[in-house]
């Protein structure tokens, strides 16, 4: 099954996570707490803070470990005409 969003919201406990495949494009918004992103193919992982953001920079698959309880924000590309 494939879920397309525009925008969610989602809470994650403490040493939570979630699994985004293929997420190109789509902006990741940490509203609380803090957040590693590990993403397929990026030499480099991705911490943020509370109000930081990152964009997905790759397809393929990307994980998102809360540090602690986070509530993030996950925005989608807009849709090509």
């Known amino acids: 099954m494939r879920i397309e969003f525009t925008q969610s919201t989602l809470d994650l406990a403490p040493e939570g996570m979630l699994a985004?495949?293929?997420g190109?494009?789509?902006?990741?918004r940490c509203d609380a707490g803090s957040l590693?992103?590990?993403?397929?193919?990026?030499s480099k992982d991705t911490i943020l803070a509370s109000g930081?953001?990152?964009?997905l920079r790759r397809p393929g698959l990307a994980l998102l470990s809360a540090?602690?309880?986070?509530r993030i924000?996950?925005?989608g590309?807009?849709?090509c005409a």
């Open 24 to 28: 190109h494009a789509a902006r990741i």
């Open 73 to 75: 924000t996950i925005a």
């Open 20 to 22: 985004i495949r293929d």
């Open 67 to 70: 540090l602690g309880a986070s």
């Open 77 to 79: 590309p807009a849709p």
């Open 36 to 42: 590693w992103i590990t993403e397929e193919g990026e």
């Open 52 to 55: 930081d953001s990152y964009t």
